[in-house]
């Protein structure tokens, strides 16, 4: 029998700096989640990283969001649901609530256990899995970095290069466009949310 792993001591001291945060969060992923959604979070932590710091982003804002975006996908329903209540984040069509909770949930853990009060941070961690229109770059870039990382094996390899060719805006277009043929291919329905980030994409003018 392994010996029990000891008990985790977060948080830290109220909002730490976007590379401390960072840093706490990668402390925490082995202890939160399981190996492969750890790795996928840490895949998706370095391509949002790249992503802001090629727009000149503050690298570490995307990290910390990367790190912490799936960080309640592994917590009991009822406590998703408690924490994703608590965000201000609620989604309002309810579609397959009990599967996406986890981004507004991860959104309140980190504004309870760390303090954080970076709008676009937060938000970029509470909608990673439908987006929504209106999207800033930190969130442009960790929805895309959630779909697209490396680690993902159903992403085809050109698709990504070229997807990481474009600019932020075609970029995201291009990405839920392939992720509602993805969903589609496989008889899955498309949120609300989902298709009305893509039909504004479509019309920007729907935008102003």
Not at 24 to 31: F, K
Not at 36 to 60: E, I, M, Q, T, Y
Request: with cysteine; hydrophobic share 45%; charged share 25%.
């Amino acid at each position: 029998m392994e010996p029990a792993k000891p008990e985790p001591t977060w948080p830290e001291p109220a909002r730490p700096e976007p590379a401390r945060l960072a840093a706490l969060l990668e402390e925490r992923l082995d202890a939160e989640l399981s190996p492969a959604r750890a790795a996928h979070s840490r895949g998706v932590a370095a391509l949002a990283a790249f992503l802001c710091a090629r727009a000149g982003l503050d690298p570490d804002r995307g990290r910390a969001a990367g790190l912490a975006h799936d960080l309640c996908k592994e917590l009991p329903p009822e406590r998703q649901a408690a924490l994703a209540a608590a965000s201000g984040h609620a989604l309002e069509s309810g579609f397959l609530s009990e599967k996406i909770l986890h981004g507004p949930a991860a959104a309140e853990l980190l504004r309870e256990d760390y303090g954080v009060d970076d709008a676009e941070l937060l938000a970029s961690v509470a909608w990673h899995t439908l987006g929504r229109p209106g999207m800033g770059l930190l969130e442009t870039f960790v929805y895309c970095a959630d779909k697209i990382e490396p680690g993902r094996r159903d992403v085809d390899p050109a698709f990504r290069a070229r997807a990481l060719s474009l600019p932020p805006a075609e970029m995201l277009a291009a990405v839920v466009e392939d992720t509602m043929a993805y969903l589609r291919s496989r008889g899955r329905a498309v949120a609300p949310e989902t298709l009305n980030l893509y039909n504004t994409l479509r019309d920007p003018v729907q935008q102003t």
